[in-house]
């Protein structure tokens, strides 16, 4: 859709009897600049879009010439967006995505310019922008290899892009929590560590989370509901903590204590799930035996990696079953909770093995090719 910003600049100012010199002084622009927009010679700079607006008192929406195809427009363009970064492979290393992404990463440029208030297309764009920065620049470590390479990091244009999209959106939405989760690790990894302590100290603590304070202000069936949607999270939170406070001690990686903790975390996992009906959640249960077999197999622990692979194994192609149809938790404590809260809705496939196979050594492949039953962690 071609943006005609510019003749409806001049449609209102007809309407209302303005000057190009009465907006440009309303606005703080010169009147050139006003004469450049409404003869399609360029734009406004989207600070002053909202002052527009408010000047001729329509909607930013209106402004742009949307009148009920807003929602459809914009549900489009996210639907193109998840459709061209469905099949790509992710990982966290330079050349890892073909071109499909920086094609995606200018679709939803113009998307921005073209909705600049729209939360879902600034987070997309910053997500986009966040994988394309590590397809062209990698990410380094220091020689400590316990922290982000942040004077390389902080050269990546496309993190640099990313970080101000999401100041954007939290400028929009100063509570969006994926915003705020995501622009907190983006400043960490190009060295903006005081941005990031300042905007983490701003948010409530897990006191006041609202996993922990829905089931307190709820009873009955919906108080269990709550309840049991509380303790899968904060496991779900848990597991994610202590990886990554490992992963910030890499020598202490494959250390007994390391797979003890991990370890610990898979058994508590499952005394909640003691039936073993874990639903979505095969697939956390699924990352979290294969993070097992990668420690091991790092130890040249083979055989014990392999019987955690084995596991790892059988959990994915369980996630996959479950999401044929509805599924109920029937452990007690979770009985009542959303049974998708632990996983997402899209089978695992072969991108997820690609990715995960690079991790283990060459003696640990050469085991799990030669059981057919693996065949599909290979397949092309």
């Not at 408010?54 to 195809?69: P, Q, S």
């Not at 959640?281 to 955690?308: C, F, P, T």
Request: net charge negative; aromatic share 12%.
């Amino acid at each position: 859709m071609q943006i005609k910003i510019g003749e409806k600049i001049k449609e209102l100012r007809a309407r209302d009897g303005r000057t190009q010199n009465d907006l440009a002084t309303a606005v703080g622009v010169s009147c050139q600049a006003v004469s450049r927009w409404e003869a399609n010679g360029g734009y406004p700079d989207m600070e002053i879009i909202p002052a527009i607006a408010n000047y001729f008192h329509v909607t930013i929406d209106e402004l742009y010439g949307y009148h009920g195809d807003r929602e459809e427009r914009i549900k489009e363009i996210l639907n193109k967006a998840r459709d061209m970064l469905s099949n790509e492979r992710y990982i966290r290393q330079k050349g890892s995505m073909s071109e499909k992404v920086g094609e995606c990463v200018q679709m939803l440029r113009s998307a921005a310019e073209e909705f600049p208030c729209e939360p879902q297309i600034l987070l997309q764009l910053a997500r986009a922008l966040y994988k394309w920065g590590w397809h062209k620049y990698g990410g380094k470590w220091n020689e400590t290899g316990k922290c982000e390479d942040s004077e390389y990091n902080s050269q990546n244009i496309y993190w640099q892009e990313a970080i101000q999209t999401y100041e954007k959106l939290l400028k929009i939405n100063p509570m969006h929590e994926t915003a705020i989760h995501n622009i907190i690790s983006l400043y960490r990894e190009m060295g903006e560590y005081e941005k990031a302590k300042t905007l983490a100290y701003k948010q409530s603590g897990i006191a006041v989370c609202r996993e922990l304070l829905l089931p307190q202000a709820t009873v009955g069936e919906e108080a269990e509901r709550f309840w049991g949607e509380c303790i899968l999270s904060l496991l779900s939170w848990l597991d994610v903590s202590i990886s990554l406070a490992i992963s910030y001690k890499p020598s202490g990686y494959t250390t007994e204590y390391g797979k003890q903790v991990k370890k610990a975390v898979v058994d508590l996992t499952e005394a909640i799930f003691h039936d073993e009906h874990y639903g979505h959640g095969h697939y956390s249960m699924a990352l979290r035996y294969l993070d097992l077999a990668e420690m091991e197999a790092k130890d040249s622990n083979i055989q014990v990696a392999l019987a955690y692979f084995d596991k790892g194994f059988e959990h994915h192609k369980s996630y996959n079953e479950s999401l044929k149809g509805e599924y109920h938790y029937s452990a007690p404590l979770i009985s009542k909770a959303d049974a998708t809260i632990l996983g997402p809705k899209t089978p695992i496939g072969n991108i997820f093995w690609k990715d995960r196979m690079q991790f283990f050594p060459e003696s640990m492949i050469t085991e799990l090719r030669k059981n057919p039953k693996y065949a599909e962690c290979f397949a092309e």
